[in-house]
């Protein structure tokens, strides 16, 4: 085993959440992190989780401070197991110091375990010299969360499933940059009082596969709908990809809330807000947007730029609305250098 990590033995990465249109919901085997289904997102721009992991040869077990709070329990248990792993992979010993920050709000449906596990997989393996493309980091990645492997890209993202119980074909691959669809916005409607989750994502998912009548339904359609997803994006056709990513949150919605226990992870203003872009849909010939969320309150709503403004305003009339963004594709990770770790890290 080697004492030291090669140089720089301490590496800072950026990474961002995605939102997935095309959930992945269940594994077949937990222990290695591979999932059922392929999934689909979008990484998002101005949210930004940034990681610096700096080997300490004084430091006798590993730390975790994030946002400032040095937190106990499972979430530093996650990161230490996660550090375990790319220790072995660059047969290390040394402990390590894990700085993170979010500008935006930690756990708050905002995926930031995939901002989160992606820049820990890219400032880690920078600093213990472990070099990986961007394929092995996503395959890193999801070790940490299954989402995290698609936020090591930027733009629209499948994560490939693959079939082989090593999980070698398990990795999320780019699909069109984050400029191929200047006009698509996601509004992001963050409501008030939005529940802390109370069973992780990874537990609550296998619990589905259990106990849901559903699971087995939505697994059969998810390869055509995630086929028919990838062709509006292609084709940049707004009302066939929103007709597909309401389709799709209505199933995983579904599955959720026939699980037992039931997942319920919307407030009533979640679900206001899934009528009121209903009701913008049933107002004219054509979608004009397509509403999701991930296993939390909030949600993403997906239109063209020439309708964002009154997406926005239909938002305005619905109580407990705390605050709206208007997110873009944006880039997947990328290491800080040493001199610009002082610029400005801050919601655009
Ligand atoms: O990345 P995890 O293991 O925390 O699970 C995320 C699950 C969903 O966000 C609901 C779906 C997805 O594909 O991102």
């Not at 401070?65 to 979430?75: D, E, F, K, R």
Request: hydrophobic share 40%.
């Amino acid at each position: 085993m080697r004492r030291r990590p090669v140089p720089p033995g301490s590496a800072t990465c950026d990474a961002a959440p995605n939102i997935a249109l095309i959930k992945y919901w269940g594994m077949r085997d937990p222990s290695q992190g591979l999932p059922y289904n392929s999934s689909l997102s979008v990484t998002l721009d101005h949210l930004r989780t940034r990681t610096t992991v700096r080997f300490d040869p004084e430091l006798e077990e590993d730390r975790f401070v994030l946002n400032g709070v040095a937190p106990g329990g499972s979430p530093l248990a996650a990161v230490v197991r996660f550090l375990d792993r790319v220790r072995a992979m660059g047969e290390i010993e040394l402990r390590a110091e894990v700085t993170s920050t979010n500008n935006f709000q930690t756990a708050s449906g905002l995926a930031s375990s995939a901002s989160g596990f992606a820049a820990l997989a890219g400032a880690t393996t920078a600093a213990a010299g472990v070099p990986l493309d961007a394929r092995g980091l996503s395959r890193l990645a999801r070790f940490g969360s299954g989402s995290a492997s698609r936020s090591i890209f930027g733009g629209f993202v499948q994560w490939n499933a693959g079939r082989s119980p090593d999980g070698h074909d398990c990795f999320a691959q780019p699909l069109f940059g984050a400029d191929h669809w200047p006009a698509l916005v996601d509004v992001v409607a963050l409501v008030a009082d939005a529940p802390e989750k109370e069973v992780r994502s990874a537990d609550a998912m296998q619990t589905s596969i259990r106990t849901s009548p559903r699971y087995g339904a939505r697994q059969r359609a998810v390869p055509a709908r995630l086929l028919r997803t990838r062709a509006a994006i292609r084709q940049r056709n707004g009302p066939a990809l929103f007709r597909e990513m309401i389709a799709e949150c209505d199933e995983f919605r579904e599955v959720c809330e026939t699980t037992d226990p039931p997942l319920d992870y919307l407030t009533p203003a979640s679900r206001e807000i899934l009528e009121c872009v209903r009701t913008l849909n049933a107002s004219g010939d054509a979608w004009i947007a397509g509403y999701t969320h991930d296993a939390g309150a909030h949600v993403h709503i997906f239109t063209l730029a020439p309708k964002a403004s009154r997406v926005r305003q239909a938002l305005a009339q619905v109580d407990g609305v705390a605050r709206v963004l208007t997110l873009h594709p944006g880039p997947g990770i990328h290491l800080v250098p040493d001199g610009a770790k002082a610029t400005a890290h801050r919601r655009g």
